[in-house]
């Protein structure tokens, strides 16, 4: 099974920030890399699918890079409504893993 | 509006049996896979498997293998997610989602909460 590792697991920034969220996968994924936002007592959200391309609907501070082995979610300006939990999973095979997950906070 | 709408939330007692379901709306149900997602209290999500509702070929992660079923009943466009003998461990909220373009999960349930206790 591939293991998916998120760093940091928290964060402190402020609004207007540039944020960096990183994920790595124990054996390479090539581009099978989404990303989900998670608030408090609601559904994940998708943002990014395929590494690095936008959901629908999705604001364009949000953007993925990498691929293989490492990927990084960047929100390029942090904006209130932003402050949540942030997952990163790999849908190359099954099972389909998460990582541990990322909460941003205030 | 494509849609995923999941049954009520249930409490149980540990050993008694348990069904759950997701009904899609919205969209072609055969044409996407179904996958189910926990997330216990206050942690993490976790990738439970995954099915295709034309012919019902499941997938499971092996940490739930053996510890749930998953099914979908075609003619109503609805996947379940069933237990024949609840633990207490298995309380959490139970997300079930619609698999798309690279297998991303882009319509999300609202979650069920499933409560076992004695």
């Known amino acids: 099974d591939i293991q998916m590792t998120q760093s940091p697991s928290s964060l402190s920034a402020s609004v207007g920030d540039r944020v960096t969220i990183t994920c790595r996968a124990s054996?390479?994924?090539?581009?099978?890399l989404n990303w989900y936002q998670q608030k408090p007592g609601k559904a994940p959200k998708l943002l990014i699918y395929a590494a690095s391309s936008l959901q629908s609907g999705v604001p364009s501070r949000f953007s993925g890079s990498g691929s293989g082995t490492d990927f990084t979610l960047t929100i390029s300006s942090l904006q209130p409504e932003d402050f949540a939990t942030y997952y990163c999973?790999?849908?190359?095979?099954?099972?389909?893993?998460f990582g541990q997950g990322t909460k941003l906070e205030i | 509006e494509v849609q995923l709408v999941q049954s009520g939330a249930e409490v149980k007692k540990p050993g008694e049996s348990l069904k759950i379901s997701c009904k899609g709306s919205g969209y072609r149900f055969t044409t996407n896979w179904i996958g189910w997602v926990r997330q216990m209290p206050g942690k993490g999500l976790e990738w439970m498997g995954i099915?295709?509702?034309?012919?019902?070929?499941?997938r499971y992660s092996p940490s739930f293998q053996g510890q749930v079923t998953i099914s979908a009943d075609k003619s109503i466009n609805t996947a379940y997610l069933q237990w024949s003998s609840l633990k207490a461990s298995d309380t959490a909220i139970y997300y079930c989602?619609?698999?798309?373009?690279?297998?991303?999960?882009?319509?999300w349930g609202q979650g069920t909460t499933v409560t076992v206790s004695s």
């Open positions: 054996q390479s994924i090539s581009r099978f």
């Open positions: 989602a619609r698999e798309f373009s690279s297998a991303s999960m882009d319509v």
């Open positions: 999973q790999q849908s190359y095979s099954a099972p389909r893993s």
């Open positions: 099915i295709y509702p034309a012919d019902s070929d499941t």
